[in-house]
């Protein structure tokens, strides 16, 4: 991943700024391009930032260990 | 007399009355009989032997009073009511176990023992434990801390955190055997299905339970990347929910390095921990909701954005081409008309200079014409060519500055078929027309198949 970008929160400020600059501005070919670059780029981190997240299920017990939960715990019975 | 004045069971000192006699047992009946004379601690003890006997357990309710903590945590204090007063104390280790602060002007139901402070002949009573009075202690407590901790600005609105936009690795704080646990996970199995939960169990209820609820807290906010913390559990009783109105709890909550949600019970249930909480949810249930509200926004806003980022940039380059195209238009009008000009004006000087020849001098100078002419039209050449080296300067010179350079990044312009207008509206031509398309390198002689009004253009080769 794009080591400029920081985390999701500032992906998408910065996302939404590009995109109203694009929106608004009369800006050179030039830069609508590199900000276009940049938007797709920042789109598509924060789509896979939806993906990396795990699914898992754990259980901090009293010692500060995370274990995995028992299998039953979110399913009806 | 002494009866009446000393009507308490007291032993009575017994003395025998053997050997007087009659007369003066009656003299003497005040001044003979025996004393019995009492220190003053003899008394003393002997008062509260009797009231320690007698006022062993009781209850007894009144207005507290002139209270005052000692620096031994023993408080001090004068029950009342409008009559009478009595001074009272409760142990620190009674007081302890008190879920509510003793302050004057509480009215109050004591349990308690009666028993006489010796130095001071003064009797008090020993409270073990206090209830106030028409409200629940309970509700005092609750009442209580809730005013503390507002005070202290816990509960303030600027305090409050949203919780992260996206919400990765959610932290459940509450009873692994209870339903809050299964309702939590469920909704988040099933609305955010790669989520990943972090379950700290900890006791909801009974002895014990604050402070595992606040040590659970604790634990989980050191969890690495743990970014919002759901506490709380299923409904109950307001004694089940109590833990949840611990000040342990309420500080455990506060302290939270990340967003908390409080869930406790049902909706119409409010504690502690609901006026701490960043976020308070209704319902354990709700709290998942809450976090998955966020995934689903985030998701919406992100597609969104995508959305506005294509369609806004394809509009620009639409627009951009636009505008080169009518440059170009107008860069060909331009330069065609320049050149016509220069056209019409050598025209007309060759027109001039065959009259000239024609009419004037036509025996005289016909030999000198010869020559002249020649050199004539060598120097109009020249400059006809040089001109026309200027146009091709300048026209690649704007060429280069932009317009027509549109066509190297593959734009093309349409001619008709004798090159005198560039086609931009479908409706100008007919099926089967000729066009002309100039491409960047070539150009490309078409006949029109098929159009389509001023929405699709089709041609064909």
Known sequence: MDSTIKDFEGAIAELESIVKKLEEGDLPLETSLQLYERGVQLSRFCHAQLEQAEKRIEILNERGQLTPAPSNLGTDE | ?461
């Not at chain 2, 047992?25 to 003979?32: F, G, L, P, Q, T």
């Not at chain 2, 001619?415 to 491409?439: P, Q």
């Open chain 2, 1 to 461: 007399m002494s009866n009446s004045l000393f009507d308490l069971p007291f032993e009575e000192p017994q003395e025998s009355d053997a050997g007087r006699d009659p007369g003066s047992a009656i003299r003497d009946s005040v001044a003979a009989e025996p004393r019995r004379v009492y220190s003053v601690s003899q008394l003393t003890e002997r008062i509260r032997e009797m009231l320690e006997e007698r006022f062993f357990e009781i209850w007894v309710e009144g207005e507290i009073s002139n209270c005052f903590v000692a620096k031994t945590g023993h408080v001090y204090f004068t029950l009342k009511d409008a009559g009478a007063q009595i001074k009272a104390v409760m142990f620190r280790s009674d007081v302890r176990y008190l879920r509510f602060k003793i302050n004057d002007g509480l009215s109050v139901v004591a349990r308690g023992r009666l028993t006489v402070y010796d130095p001071k002949g003064e009797y008090q009573i020993v409270c073990q434990h206090l209830e106030p009075e028409g409200l629940g202690a309970r509700q005092l407590a609750f009442d209580q801390l809730k005013e503390r901790l507002a005070k202290e600005g816990l509960f303030d609105a600027r305090r409050k955190r949203p919780l992260p936009a996206l919400p990765r690795k959610i932290g459940v704080v509450t009873s692994l055997d209870g339903a809050a646990v299964r309702d939590i996970v469920k909704v988040l199995r099933r609305r955010y299905a790669n989520a990943h939960i972090v379950i700290r169990p900890a006791r909801v209820q009974g002895d014990g339970a604050a402070l595992d609820i606040a040590r659970g807290m604790a634990a989980i906010g050191k969890v690495k990347g743990v970014d919002v913390v759901i506490v709380g559990r299923g409904g109950g009783s307001i004694e089940d929910l109590w833990a949840f109105n611990e000040e342990v709890v309420a500080r455990a909550i506060a302290g939270c390095p990340v967003p908390t949600i409080s869930a406790v019970g049902h909706e119409t249930d409010v504690t502690i921990a609901d006026f701490v909480a960043d976020l308070r949810a209704p319902t354990p249930s709700a709290a998942a909701e809450m976090v998955v509200a966020r995934k689903d926004d985030f998701c919406a806003r992100i597609d969104r954005l995508g959305q506005r980022l294509q369609a806004t940039f394809q509009m620009r380059v639409a627009m951009r081409g636009r505008r080169a195209d009518d440059l170009a238009h107008q860069l060909l009008r331009a330069l065609r008309g320049r050149i016509a000009r220069r056209e019409r004006a050598y025209q007309a000087l060759l027109l001039k200079l065959e009259r000239f020849d024609v009419r004037r001098r036509f025996d005289v100078i016909r030999a000198r014409l010869a020559a002249v002419d020649g050199r004539l039209r060598t120097g109009i050449d020249r400059r006809v060519h040089g001109a026309d080296a200027r146009f091709r300067a300048t026209a690649a010179r704007l060429d280069s500055l932009s317009p027509l350079a549109v066509l190297g990044r593959g734009y093309a312009v349409c001619w008709n078929a004798d090159r005198t207008a560039i086609i931009r509206d479908a409706s100008t031509v007919d099926s089967g027309d000729k066009v002309h398309v100039k491409l960047e390198r070539g150009e490309l002689d078409c006949t029109v198949t098929n159009h389509e009004g001023a929405e699709t253009r089709g041609f064909d080769h």
